[in-house]
């Protein structure tokens, strides 16, 4: 045997020396152990503590079950039923760039067209996909354009996939029943729109969208609740740049017409809107019925009328 390879052979062995000695007591070469609790290596016969001061690599939360350490955990985006794939897939990003912010070759951005390519037809293999792909992007722009909250976008996503599930989109256009899944999930949330406020975002007719409504909530059982018109007062307020007081004074009316049955039969949005406007007259922060319109989207005939409605049963309430 050469001397280099007996020079290599006696460095091994060192080595597997070193690492038996370090698993092993120096003071009554007994089991070592790792105290992960608190960062220290100690001998299981004597108690000796050989290292201290480790560093802790694992997570600074404690679980004590599997639903808490999903809920906990940091590692990776979280699913999202809003994304066709809940968010499981892989993205490519469409800047041609390396890690590093540099261009990328000739070559390799034909590779990296090729490889989106089939990333793409891999996250939409079937028509199913394709559908979910198309239906959430319409949810998302909507609630974009109505400016509805995450919570809302993901309720109308979930109803949008029961439906597809349960084959109700035969007949309807996609666009249909996107639109009434944000309707819907909308007034479950507490932050409903008006009827017309959603066919002003939508790619649909209004008659379509509140038969298909109808139809979705009927078939799935949804539990969706009258819209209460004060639902409405903070976001009318909000767009008016009304006080707090006004708004305060404006739910007060609504109560008073729901204890005198006003409401009964008229639009939530009419009765909310002309609440809003009579707050506003007897607050002093005087607003017009035309900018009190413009808001809610309705006439200002129906202001009128449903204003007068309002201040009579005002008036109709004895006084405690």
């Known amino acids: 045997m050469s001397e280099t390879s007996l020079r290599s052979q006696s460095t091994v062995e060192e080595e597997e020396e070193t690492e038996e000695s370090d698993l092993v007591c120096p003071e009554c070469s007994g089991k ?23 560093i802790d690599r694992g997570p600074e939360w404690r679980a004590f079950d599997a639903q808490e350490k999903d809920e906990k955990s940091r590692v990776g985006a979280p699913t999202t039923n809003m994304m066709h794939d809940k968010g499981l897939s892989t993205n490519i990003d469409w800047r041609d760039k390396d890690a590093y912010g540099n261009s990328l070759g000739a070559r390799q951005r034909e590779k990296m067209q090729r490889l989106r390519k089939w990333n793409e037809r891999f996250r939409t293999r079937d028509s199913k996909e394709r559908n979910l792909k198309q239906a959430l992007g319409e ?91 004060e639902s409405y007062v903070p976001r009318f307020a909000s767009d008016l740049d009304l006080s707090e007081e006004a708004e305060h004074r404006a739910r007060e009316l609504l109560q008073n017409a729901k204890e005198k049955g006003v409401h009964s039969g008229k639009s939530p949005v009419g009765l909310a809107a002309a609440a809003v406007y009579a707050a506003s007259l007897l607050t002093n922060e005087k607003t017009t019925q035309a900018a009190v319109s413009e808001v809610a989207d309705i006439s200002e005939v129906t202001i009128r009328n449903r204003y007068h409605e309002l201040l009579e049963a005002e008036q109709s309430i004895p006084m405690a």
């Open 32 to 54: 070592l152990v790792v105290d992960d609790e608190h960062g220290e290596t100690v001998c299981e016969g004597c108690g000796l503590v050989v290292e201290s001061g480790e």
């Open 139 to 229: 949810i998302d722009r909507m609630a974009s354009a109505l400016g509805l909250p995450e919570n809302v976008r993901e309720t109308a996503s979930v109803i949008y996939r029961r439906a597809l599930d349960e084959d109700l989109l035969p007949g309807r256009s996609i666009e249909g029943v996107s639109t009434s899944a944000v309707y819907a999930a909308a007034r479950q949330a507490g932050v409903p729109r008006s009827l017309d406020e959603i066919t002003e975002v939508s790619r649909v007719e209004k008659d379509e969208i509140a038969r298909t409504y109808r139809y979705v909530v009927r078939e799935l059982g949804l539990e969706v609740k009258p819209a209460d018109p």
